[in-house]
């Protein structure tokens, strides 16, 4: 048994703990007011995975919850204390060489105006639109141009 690679980050309303484990199977969290447990086994080796971590401050656990995809296991732990902001999610100081800072979701948000929804929000929604029909088109391709023929008419070079 080997603990699990992930990356954490901190929002207003909630602290995120992305667990890096391709294929999970039997994944199980158990969250407490100050500490949560993770375990699953992953890979194509099933490798069994355990991570127990010792959290900065209280979380709510009926609010927390998780969600599994073939890449990770991406957790949400609701704070007892919304806007106050985790200068790292465990309680003890000591680095833990599994444990990482995201950075790529990183987000400055104690000057921010509050999110009108929160990340995991945002990840359950567009998960639960994947393999359907309506999924939004967020870059614009598949939007319809007022012109005459359909073709956009490009300026003349000079």
């Known amino acids: 048994m080997q603990p699990a690679t992930a990356k954490w980050y901190d929002r207003r309303d909630a602290v995120f703990v992305d667990f890096c484990v391709e294929d999970s199977k039997n994944v199980i969290v158990h969250f407490e007011k100050s500490k949560f447990d993770f375990c699953c086994v992953g890979g194509t080796d099933e490798i069994k995975q355990q991570n127990t971590v010792d959290l900065f401050e209280e979380i709510n656990p009926k609010d927390s919850k998780y969600r599994r995809t073939d890449r990770s296991v991406l957790v949400c732990l609701r704070k007892v204390e919304p806007g106050k902001a985790w200068p790292r999610l465990t309680k003890d100081k000591t680095k833990c060489n599994w444990l990482s800072v995201d950075f790529n979701n990183w987000k400055d948000w104690e000057d921010d105006s509050d999110e009108d929804l929160s990340s995991f929000d945002k990840f359950s929604e567009m998960m ?14 598949g939007e319809e141009h007022d012109s005459e023929n359909g073709d956009e008419q490009m300026p003349a070079l000079e």
Request: no cysteine.
């Open 128 to 141: 639960n639109t994947m393999g359907r029909d309506d999924v939004p088109d967020f870059d614009g391709a």
